[in-house]
């Protein structure tokens, strides 16, 4: 890969990672805040897209610890949108 291209590839990199912290933490925040609650589609939408931007920028960083982190966080939140589907079908 040519130097400026690495570079640009690095910057869409950081930019990923910040927005899918800033995703991340919105729905920890809206959460807290009892905007949402833990099934709300948006929250599980944000933790889950958040997670797996994350877990993209681990594994193109190579850091195994984050990358576990960020799929088992993905995998959580897909839990959380099934659960969501089954209270829907119940009511």
């Not at 809206?30 to 681990?58: C, D, F, K, P």
């Amino acid at each position: 890969m040519a130097p400026f291209e690495k570079e640009t590839f690095r910057m869409w990199l950081q930019l990923m990672s910040v927005a899918g912290a800033l995703m991340v933490l919105a729905a920890y925040g809206l959460n807290q805040g009892g905007v949402w609650r833990e099934l709300h589609a948006g929250y599980l939408a944000l933790n889950i897209v958040g997670s797996l931007m994350l877990g993209v920028v681990a594994i193109a960083d190579q850091r195994a610890g984050f990358i576990l982190l960020e799929f088992a966080w993905a995998a959580l939140g897909l839990i959380g949108v099934a659960r969501a589907i089954r209270c829907k079908q119940q009511h």
